[in-house]
């Protein structure tokens, strides 16, 4: 997977517009979490969040993977499970290298991962 410029702040912006509301409003939530994250490392509240909003997240997309009988389906879910498996194993305080791992995944899986859904569900 090729990695995306990371916007700073870090924020979600037009650019990672999936096109469906649901999806677009939750990956704002995402955006959110890692930022804060990133903001106060040592806050094991701001990481138990963003596992949260993660694994809430996956569950929308994948059931609309379902509904949709998206053909990608199972290589998304597998990125989803490595991902949400990695992030809770995590403790605070964040290191700068894993807020920045959690940025370049995000931003990259959008762009690379999601993208490929547009107009299939």
């Known amino acids: 997977m090729s990695t995306c410029?990371?916007?700073?702040?870090?924020?979600w912006n037009e650019?990672?517009?999936?096109?469906?509301?649901?999806?677009?409003?939750?990956h704002k939530?995402?955006?959110k979490a890692i930022f804060d994250c990133a903001?106060?490392?040592?806050d094991a509240?701001?990481?138990?969040?963003l596992v949260s909003v993660v694994g809430t997240h996956f569950s929308t997309e994948e059931a609309m993977f379902d509904k949709a009988s998206y053909?990608?389906?199972e290589p998304h879910k597998k990125a989803h499970e490595?991902?949400?498996?990695?992030?809770?194993?995590?403790?605070?305080?964040?290191?700068?290298?894993?807020?920045?791992?959690?940025?370049?995944?995000?931003?990259?899986h959008i762009k690379t991962i999601d993208f490929k859904y547009k107009g299939k569900l």
Not at 17 to 24: G, L, N, S
Not at 82 to 98: R, Y
């Open 5 to 11: 410029e990371i916007p700073e702040p870090f924020a």
């Open 15 to 26: 650019d990672f517009r999936v096109d469906y509301d649901a999806i677009d409003t939750e």
């Open 29 to 31: 939530g995402l955006f």
């Open 39 to 42: 903001a106060a490392p040592a």
């Open 45 to 49: 509240d701001k990481l138990k969040n």
């Open 71 to 73: 053909a990608e389906k």
């Open 82 to 108: 490595e991902f949400l498996t990695k992030i809770k194993k995590l403790s605070a305080p964040l290191d700068a290298e894993t807020v920045k791992f959690a940025k370049t995944w995000l931003c990259t």
